[in-house]
Every structure is written in C-alpha cells, then in structure tokens.
Nanobody, 124 residues
Framework: QVQLVESGGGLVQAGGSLRLSCLDSGRTFDGYAMGWFRRAPGKEREFVATITLSAGHTYYADSVKGRFTISRDNIKNTVYLQMNSLIPDDTAVYYC?????????????????WGQGTQVNVSS
C-alpha cells in the first residue's frame, strides 16, 4: 500500500529556497509516476511537477519551470521538490501524489494516492 508523507514546508522570504520531501512509507513500484500539486488559498489545486520513478522523465508547470526541480531517490523511496527563487504566489499547501502509470501525468484525477500536504509560505 502506498503511503505518502510530505515534509520540508515552512516560511521563507521571497527569493529564498525550500526543499520538499515526499516519503513513500508503503510500497511503490518502479512503474509509478510521482507528482507535486499545490492549492493556494481561494484557488483550485494545480499541477506543479511530475517524475516517472523508472526513467526519471520530468515535466513542470510553466509557472515553476526554471525555478523548481523534481527528483527522486528510489533507494530511499523519496521524491523531492527543490524550490528556488520563491515568490509570494508560490504560497500554498503542497501535496505529493502517486499514480501507477510509468508516464508523465499532469492531471490530478489520474493520481491514486495523496499525502496530507505541507504548507509553504513565501513572504514579500
């Protein structure tokens, strides 16, 4: 069973960096895709980044491209989201998700498993 736990959120000033971690304490096969989504106050949940666990293919939302990097450590069962050059619009609850498909996925409904989320606040 896949069980996802996010960590690494917090408060940071604009221009700063944070690294989010998503630990899968259950069992995730190589044929999975992992994604990060976020929900800002008063807004819909939106796609941020995704990676396939086997080939390591990645894809990013335009709003974070060039600033965020998704990576995975298959030995540690952990996926990371390195966030640089943070701006106030990045303030949101960030969620990790897993999908049993070895492909790049950007739609939330294609993910079967979700973590509880971690809060990121970026001050101006």
């Amino acid at each position: 069973q896949v069980q996802l736990v996010e960590s690494g959120g917090g408060l940071v000033q604009a221009g700063g960096s944070l690294r989010l971690s998503c630990l899968d304490s259950g069992r995730t096969f190589d044929g999975y895709a992992m994604g990060w989504f976020r929900r800002a106050p008063g807004k819909e949940r939106e796609f941020v980044a995704t990676i396939t666990l086997s080939a390591g293919h990645t894809y990013y939302a335009d709003s974070v491209k060039g600033r965020f990097t998704i990576s995975r450590d298959n030995i540690k069962n952990t996926v990371y989201l390195q966030m640089n050059s943070l701006i106030p619009d990045d303030t949101a609850v960030y969620y990790c998700a897993a999908a049993p498909w070895p492909r790049v996925l950007t739609v939330a409904s294609t993910y079967n498993y979700w973590g509880q989320g971690t809060q990121v606040n970026v001050s101006s």
